[in-house]
């Protein structure tokens, strides 16, 4: 019989949203905050924007480095969007969780039923909701970082995604800043109190 001791004693909290939802910015006052949390950065290939810093926003590599991690299944999960690869990479995350820590992922829906998979009874999955299509527009376009093409590329994959927000534990509505990231901390603290429970899905 095994002990009920083994495998991973930690949470991961994986936070997916629309381009232009507010994820980012609220990931990161997560992270402000005294949760004990502890953040997994991503990889990316795709360049920087502006103000992103290597190793705190994401680690960007190459697409070479990218595909020797997938051969080396250095990766927890990874993905494309558009038309540059995303991913998680495996040690780091595994060895917060044996230590008992919560994990932080900020990763799209794909991903996040990947670590779903994988971690079956230890994640816990939050959705946010831009308010509605048309306010998601609006933010896309003051971002003034996309092309009128891009924007609607994103408009098109956030409806997809959006349509995949069920699957989710939890869904919160990022219409005002303060009572999205209200609602996204008492998630997090009620979740990381609790025991690791099976979900039926």
Avoid: W
């Amino acid at each position: 019989m095994k002990s009920k001791t083994e495998g991973p004693k930690g949470k991961i909290f994986i936070v997916s949203a629309p381009s232009g939802c507010g994820k980012t910015t609220l990931c990161k006052k997560l992270l402000k905050d005294k949760l004990k949390l502890y953040q997994s950065v991503s990889i990316t290939t795709r360049p920087p924007r502006r103000g992103e810093r290597n190793g705190t926003d994401y680690f960007f590599i190459s697409a070479e480095e990218f595909i020797r991690m997938i051969d080396a299944k250095e990766l927890l999960e990874y993905e494309e969007n558009f038309g540059f690869l995303y991913g998680t990479p495996k040690r780091a995350v595994e060895d917060l969780l044996r230590k008992g820590r919560n994990v932080l992922l900020s990763i799209d829906v794909k991903g996040a039923m990947n670590v779903r998979k994988s971690y079956p009874h230890n994640s816990v999955l939050i959705f946010v909701m831009p308010p509605s299509m048309e306010e998601l527009k609006n933010r896309l376009e003051s971002r003034e970082a996309d092309t009128a093409k891009a924007i609607s590329n994103r408009l098109k994959v956030a409806k997809q995604e959006v349509a995949c927000k069920d699957n989710y534990d939890y869904v919160v509505v990022n219409d005002r800043l303060d009572a999205a990231y209200k609602r996204l901390r008492e998630i997090i603290l009620l979740e990381g109190e609790s025991d690791a429970r099976t979900r039926n899905r």
